[in-house]
């Protein structure tokens, strides 16, 4: 499945000042709810609502290399939990990289991300595979 990013700067800000956040060793969630929700289904060819995905790793975690596999370990793993979980729908989910996303495999990765996302009320009930 395809990840539709969150490209504007301001929305990262309203999603680290307004939303839930769930940490765990690897990310950090920041979840809120999208306002332009209802405009994206209307633009979108199936009329499904979507969430909008930014991943953030800074500079403290490492250097071009450790970012870059940090977010591409991350939206992995966030891929297969939306394809296996019942994640909600009409979100802003922003996700930040720690240090030990850099090292740990995807599947822990995974672990820690589906962590969070149940502590931030990201999953419906009775969501599992």
């Known amino acids: 499945m395809k990840l539709y990013p969150i490209s504007e700067n301001h929305l990262y800000q309203k999603a680290y000042k307004n939303g839930r956040r769930a940490s765990s060793r ?11 929700a209802a405009l994206l289904k209307k ?11 930014g991943i953030s790793a800074s500079k403290k975690i490492g250097g071009a ?18 394809r296996e979980y019942d994640v909600k729908k009409g979100w802003l989910v922003v996700i930040v990289a720690r240090y030990h996303a850099t090292v740990l495999k995807t599947q822990d990765v995974f672990s820690d991300l589906l962590y969070c996302l149940r502590k931030a009320e990201m999953l419906n009930e009775r969501s599992g595979p």
């Open 26 to 36: 690897s990310v950090t969630v920041y979840v809120l709810k999208d306002r332009a």
């Open 43 to 53: 633009r979108d060819p199936a009329g499904r609502m979507i969430n909008r995905v």
């Open 65 to 82: 290399v450790e970012r870059n596999r940090a977010k591409r370990v991350i939206r992995e793993a966030f891929r297969q939990i939306d």
